[in-house]
DNA sequence: CAGGATCCAGTAGGATACTG
DNA sequence: CAGTATCCTACTGGATCCTG
């Protein structure tokens, strides 16, 4: 482990980065997607249908820009503009335009926005599976401290 | 999969946290995690030492506050403490403290926490390794729309 | 339907100074 | 060392209005 290999010279190009360091173009990447409408447009492309036993299928589906903002209860539309347009300027997910009348835009997830939604995936998942025991700590951690 | 499965009704207390509500704890726990300093502070937690070559052992070890301060560049106190404190109360971590002095403050990872990192893991790494194709696509909308 | 453009309040978060 | 407290700015993000 003293001496670099061969193998971690040639993925050199990927290994340079380093989220550790404020200045990392990887640094801005994972705090642009750790973002929660990244995840829950991530979650509704996946084909995460409604509540409850839709789990995700691994079927992604494309969706429409009124499905999701339906799916995505409380999300404003810049939001989601805005999350989707940087979402398909980093290639993950792709904006189809059907010129019907009116014109029908449908995304859908590319093969690159496929293999992060499956990590965001399990961080929604755990977020829905681990809250009542977070609450659990929550309460715990209030009473030791004020409000007893 | 058309009829609820006893199983699933068992799981009930968990299936009914859906993070696509807007209202519901979940989305706010969800919304919680998605956050950088969250994943790196988690990742610093888990043992992924300093590149390179550094791949996260699975063995989490204790840290001091400097420590993460160091290791996590360009994060500021507020933002340390912050971080710390709500992983603390929601039960992500435990903060030690030894009575020497000056006094020294160790975190570690729960279980709890551990489950959450290793998720959180894969999204930083996957950042970092995929930064470089990301960058590509950037360059290729950027061309395509404005900025030609 | 699917946004673009604007305005504006709220707050996240940095800088700095102080403490047990 | 490991914070707390305060100030202050800049950006986030919601509400609203408008267009192809």
Redesign the interface.
Same mark, same amino acid.
């Given at each position: 482990?003293a001496t670099?290999t061969a193998s971690?010279r040639r993925a050199g190009?990927?290994?340079e @980065? %380093?989220?550790?360091?404020?200045?990392c173009?990887?640094?801005q990447?994972?705090?642009r997607?750790? %973002?929660?409408w990244?995840?829950?447009v991530l979650?509704?492309l996946s084909g995460d249908g409604?509540?409850? !036993?839709a789990v995700c299928t691994g079927e992604p589906r494309p969706m429409r820009y009124s499905d999701l903002a339906r799916?995505?209860? !409380?999300v404003s539309q810049k939001m989601l503009t805005q999350t989707l347009r940087s979402l #398909?300027? %980093? !290639?993950l997910v792709t904006r189809t335009v059907t010129p019907t009348v009116p014109v029908t835009v449908t995304y859908e997830l590319t093969d690159?926005g496929r293999?992060?939604q499956e990590?965001?995936y !399990?961080?929604?998942v755990?977020? #829905?599976?681990?809250?009542? #025991?977070?609450?659990?700590?929550?309460d715990? @951690? %209030?009473h030791a401290h004020g409000t007893p």
């Open positions: 482990m670099t971690q190009a990927k290994a @980065y %380093d989220a550790f360091l404020a200045g173009p990887s640094r990447l994972l705090e997607i750790s %973002d929660k990244v995840a829950l979650a509704a409604p509540h409850p !036993g799916r995505i209860s !409380g #398909e300027r %980093d !290639g690159l293999s992060l990590l965001m !399990g961080v929604k755990w977020a #829905e599976s681990h809250m009542a #025991e977070v609450q659990t700590n929550r715990g @951690y %209030d």
